[in-house]
């Protein structure tokens, strides 16, 4: 199937993938008088004098707004708001599938910080969460940062949703080629938004206390010019707090040099980058998860043929798809079950373990739950919603 033609089609043909329905038809006059005025007065009164009861006489308490500036849209760059709405909707479709969630597009046409900050927080009183998406880097984690306390939830799925299903697929990966996680030696290419969560959570820079956390000692971050080194003088604040915790022996070079005798390669960058040469020099019984999309930086049978292991992509059509809808659905859905105000690091441990745990015994070709299991989503909403009721 020609995906991309079939998908053109099917768009125009719908006119949109998503509808706001009623829960309620109304059909008498009594009907219109509950739903609204004067009826409706009530629920309205008992808000005001009470507002932790909008999530009982609202929607608030099951929606969640997915919130974009177009600027870092899938592996298609800054597309802006308008041609942004398409991956909203299909987004807003996966909460709904997978965990019951109502979610809306927010697509927002400005890619000003403090505009798009202030829009949310005015857009706040409805939704019972944000999800932050297809922000560029470093923009979008200003932004999240900004926005941790304005009572809800505030999750930027690129960064955080990647990185827990990473993480996941990372911990049975390890148990199928016989290492320990905390042994292996880890180089990751890509320095945005992805990359970045991926390197704070497999080294556990926001929960260097707990007891399940997974560090990671050995990782060395690459970008689009090499190493990410103290040598470097082109670094940006967020590449230079990188070197807090990675790279810790200085190394220079190129991605290539990085890869002799690493376990692990994780590409969240571009496609075609790697040959089976470069894997080859990789210590044995490999870790590859080639992850941009489209075209991941190295195929699955090209990196078995250098000496991997395992191998993983973002791809629907390849075995071990690495894909954020293990864990979005799911993260969201306990979260509002609970009225979470933050995603803290402890859920997002609990969300990777619940996946990771979903596979008692995992394989080479399946180190991850298949993307359309509907059981993953509410593993990881009882995980993440015990977190917190354990914390209370």
Not at 315 to 337: E, H, K, M, T, Y
Request: aromatic share 6%; with cysteine.
């Amino acid at each position: 199937m020609d995906y991309y033609k079939e998908s053109l089609s099917l768009h125009k043909r719908l006119k949109g993938k998503i509808r706001v329905q009623g829960k309620m038809d109304v059909r008498t006059i009594d009907d219109l008088s509950l739903v609204y005025s004067p009826g409706v007065a009530e629920p309205c009164r008992a808000i005001a004098a009470d507002q932790s009861t909008v999530y009982d006489y609202t929607i608030k308490g099951n929606t969640v707004a997915i919130v974009t500036d177009g600027s870092a849209v899938l592996g298609l760059g800054n597309i802006g708001a308008h041609a942004s709405i398409p991956v909203m909707e299909g987004k807003a479709m996966l909460f709904k599938r997978f965990a019951g969630i109502d979610a809306f597009p927010i697509c927002l046409d400005t890619q000003d910080t403090d505009e798009i900050v202030r829009t949310i927080e005015l857009l706040a009183p409805v939704f019972g969460g944000i999800n932050l998406e297809d922000i560029a880097a470093p923009r979008s984690f200003e932004i999240e940062r900004r926005l941790q306390n304005i009572g809800i939830p505030v999750f930027h799925d690129d960064q955080h949703g990647t990185a827990i299903v990473v993480l996941a697929a990372l911990m049975n990966a390890a148990k199928v080629v016989g290492k320990s996680v905390f042994s292996l030696k880890v180089v990751i290419n890509g320095a945005g938004a992805a990359g970045v969560a991926i390197s704070r959570l497999l080294t556990c820079q926001d929960n260097k206390n707990s007891d399940s956390c997974i560090a990671i000692k050995d990782m060395i971050m690459c970008d689009s010019k090499g190493i990410i080194s103290k040598h470097r003088t082109d670094l940006n604040d967020s590449k230079k707090e990188l070197l807090e915790y990675t790279n810790q022996n200085n190394l220079q070079g190129t991605v290539r040099d990085a890869l002799v005798g690493a376990d692990v390669f994780i590409g969240v960058s571009v496609g075609d980058l790697l040959k089976a040469e470069d894997i080859a020099t990789m210590a044995k019984e490999s870790i590859i998860f080639a992850l941009a999309n489209p075209t991941p930086e190295i195929m699955p049978d090209e990196a078995k043929r250098g000496g991997a292991a395992v191998v993983g992509t973002g791809r629907s059509d390849l075995p071990n798809q690495i894909n954020n809808v293990l864990g979005f659905p799911g993260i969201f859905r306990g979260a509002l079950d609970v009225r979470a105000k933050q995603i803290t690091a402890e859920m997002k441990l609990a969300a990777a373990f619940a996946i990771a745990d979903f596979l008692p015994n995992p394989t080479a070709d399946m180190v991850i739950p298949p993307t359309l299991n509907e059981s993953v989503a509410w593993k990881v909403a009882e995980a993440v919603k015990n977190t917190v009721l354990k914390k209370d």
